[in-house]
Structures are given as structure tokens and as C-alpha cells.
């Protein structure tokens, strides 16, 4: 039976706000020095006509998403314009239920034929865009639907995913095991029952990232941020670091690892992660890498938390039996962990766990997080170095969901200053002391945002939808 709590979306707006990294940052082949963020608002609807506002952000990732020989400029620009059909979609999908329901049930309906319609309408021979650009474009809205919800309710955003609230329980989106089964469940079952206030944060050692004074060139930032690594180690307090390698070059990966662990010994650094850029393509040199640091380096090795994905995005296309990686180290999905089909299958191909990400959709990464702890893999929450609004929702993902140890956040190391006007209303978010982010200012309703306090002048709307029907007449945007 529907519930008089369910909503539909019947107007939103987009916004494109640009940024630039103060260093560059390393994707695969790419070199960042730029990103745009898509900020949008929703209004949703209930069945009494009752509406509220909820927002959403994600940075569009060009290189991240959708690694290519195209350049940059054609890729964030199609990548804009498909948030444009994004947002009259949206509002022209008349489902109705809880958050949850209308974005598992937009993302399996509407955004493949939308992906389908716009890679054709792109041309023949232009490249396609890949199913992890259509997802990170989608996020915002989706976690603005969210955030809209919790608005409706007037309650926090993790207190909405319950049975009070929902239509369908985890049996209507997850499929069964022999050993597990969905039905009677839903999301907050499987989330922590006192998510923490605090969290250790991850660094990004990037492959351009100085390690001493020997690199420096006379050409860094002066801006007040440090630039060395051991300066951001002692500033921040920062007790993890993710290490990006290469995947390409062995000699060099072992060297990375060695170099940046020994300058973590050094500084009181106890866990490293290692990032081989998906760009492996066979097990063996993962292997070897780990093997050579437990023979000659083993306090570098022991602290190795866990393996970031190693291999090409495609899981499907490239299914290549990881068994041999993780009897050495926890190895954890990121790229690929499109939805939890496909970590159903790399937990048979021998991946240890998931790294989950926001931009990849908040339904997506709720349902997936259930999916992985139900079947006992561990829990990860990836940074896409948010900044801005993306970064609350970010973090209080890596809160609720439990991880094997707090989150990477890295927006400060590469653009902070793009997040002052929300960082005077939480500074704990932007800041990392003592190796910890601090959430205790996230309060309220939905997402916690408090963005009547923020003062942020926005861009120019860069697209704009209202529904047709009756019950959005008066409720423009």
C-alpha cells in the first residue's frame, strides 16, 4: 500500500560550479587541474501536495569517470549536457515512494535508455559515454532526492531508511542467497546503530605529490597549505595514507611504496593503502610487488591496510580470478563496484570488499553497502576529492555504514579554498587535526547541510524543469 510519506520529484535546477586544483592531481594517464561540480536542487511532493527542497553535489570527475584519448574539454562537456537531461528526467518521472525506491527504480528504468539516447544522438564514431559517467552525473539528483525527503520529514537522512517509511523491503532490490535472505529487511538494519562523530581520514600521496625538499622546483603554491609530505603529515596529524601507483611499472610502485612508507615510519604513520590506478592486468604483478615489500620491507608491508582496485574498470569484460591478491591483503572493489551485482560477482572472483562512493548515487551505495555486509565483506568509503556540499553527505556515508577504518578525504590537499564559505559553518568537515574529521556540526534535518547559514553565491542556473502536473503549477524553483 502507499504511504502519505511517498514523494515525487516535480521540479529542479541544476548549477555547474568550476574549480581549480591548486596542484595537479594524477588520473591513470591524466593530469587534473580542474573539475566542475553539478550542484542541484530538487522539490519533491508528497500525496497532500506537502513540498521541500533538498540538494545534492558531485564533482564531475572527467578523468575518473571516463578515461579516454578524448580531450578533456569534449568529455566535461558532454558530461554537462547530460545532466541537463538529467534534470527534465528527473521531474518527468512520475514515480512515487521513498528516496530509495524512485532512484534504484530511475537508475534500472530511465538512465540506461537516457545513456542509450545520448551516446546515439552524439554521433557515430564519437565515443560513448561509459555507465560510471551516466552514474556520477545521476548522483546529485539522487542524493538531492534524499536530502529533500529528510527535509519533508524533518528528519536526518539515516532515520528515514526504515519500514515505517518504505513500500518495499531489501528483497525488492537485492537478490536472495542460499545463505542470505533480504526479505523483512531494509537499509538501516545494516547500518551503525551510533555512527561515530569522528573519523580517522586517508591522505592521497598522488604519483605528482612531493615527498621532500629535494623535488621542489621553485614553482609550488605559496597559499598557506603545505606541499611537502611530511609537512602535511605533521600539520594534519594524519595516521593513513593511500599511496597512487602506477600499475604499469613495478620498479617504480615498489619504489613508491617503499619511499612513502619509509617517510610514514618516520612520522608515526600506521596504515597505508595501496592504489595500483587500473591499470593491471594481471595478478602476478600485484603479487610480486607485496611479496618483494614482505622480504625486504615487512614494517611497510604490515601496515598496508588494504589493495585498492588494481585492474580495468570493466569487471564484467575482464574477470580475472583475484584469489592470490587477497590471501596477501584485503582487496577491495572501487571503479567497478557500479551496484551490488557487481560486487556479487567479484566476491567470486576473491575480492575482500567494497569501497563505496556517493557519487556513484546514495541508493546505489546504500543498497550495495547492504549487499557486502549481509555476505561478510568489508566496508570502504572513497573520496572523488569532494569539496563543497559533496563532502557531508560523503562523509556521513563512511559514518552510517561502517568501514575498516574512517575515510579518504582529500579535497583539502587539492582545492581548499573552493569549500570556505561551507567550512565557516563546519570546520571540522575541511579540516583534517590529529588525523581525524570531526561531524559533529552536521545537524538537522535531511543531509544536515544547515545551508541557510552558508553564504554561497551560486552560478547562473544552468538548467531548470517543472513538473506539468497540477501539483507543481506554484512551486517553481
Known sequence: MPKPTDIRVVAARLHFLPIRTRLPLKFGSETVTEVTCARVCVRVADEQGTSAEGWGETPLSVPWVWPSCATYAERNDRLKRFSALLAEAWVGFARRGHPIEIGHDF???????????????AGEGTEPMPWLAALVCCSPFD?????????????????????????????????????????????????????????????????????????LNGEEPEDGYPVLLPDWIRRDGLKCLKIKLRGTDAAWDFARMVSVGSIAAAHGVGCLSADFNCTVTDPAYVCEVLDRLR????????????????????????QIDVHGIASRKP?????????????????????????????????????????????GM???????????????????LAAHVGTIMGVETNAMQFYPAASAAE?????????????????????GAGFGYRLDEIHRALPPVAARFVAAAPIAEKLLL
Open 143 to 215: 542524493l538531492a532526492v534524499h536530502d529533500a525527503f529528510g527535509q519533508l520529514l524533518q528528519r536526518p537522512v539515516y532515520e528515514t531508511c526504515e519500514a515505517g517509511l518504505m513500500n518495499r523491503d531489501l528483497g525488492d532490490f537485492l537478490e536472495a542467497s542460499p545463505a542470505v535472505s533480504f526479505a523483512g529487511k531494509y537499509p538501516r538494519d545494516f547500518l551503525v546503530a551510533k555512527p561515530p562523530a569522528q573519523l580517522p581520514a586517508w591522505h592521497l600521496v598522488g604519483g605528482l605529490d612531493l615527498l621532500d625538499a629535494s623535488e
Open 295 to 318: 622480504a625486504e620491507h615487512r614494517r611497510i608491508f604490515d601496515s598496508i591496510l588494504y589493495v585498492e582496485q588494481p585492474f580495468p574498470y570493466e569487471l564484467e569484460k575482464h
Open 331 to 375: 582487496l577491495f572493489l572501487d571503479e567497478s563496484a557500479h551496484d551490488w551485482r557487481v560486487v556479487r560477482l567479484g566476491r567470486g572472483l576473491g575480492w575482500s570488499g567494497v569501497a563505496l562512493k556517493t557519487c556513484k548515487t546514495q541508493t546505489g551505495a546504500l543498497l550495495t553497502a547492504c549487499w557486502a555486509k549481509a555476505h
Open 423 to 443: 567550512a565557516a559553518v563546519h570546520p571540522g568537515l575541511y579540516q583534517r587535526r590529529n588525523g581525524i574529521v570531526d561531524l559533529a556540526s552536521i545537524r
Open 107 to 121: 537508475q534500472e528504468w530511465i538512465l540506461p535508455d537516457l545513456l542509450r539516447t545520448a551516446n546515439r544522438q
Open 378 to 396: 568489508a566496508i570502504m568509503v572513497q573520496d572523488l576529492t569532494n569539496p563543497m556540499l559533496a563532502q557531508i553527505p560523503h562523509l556521513q
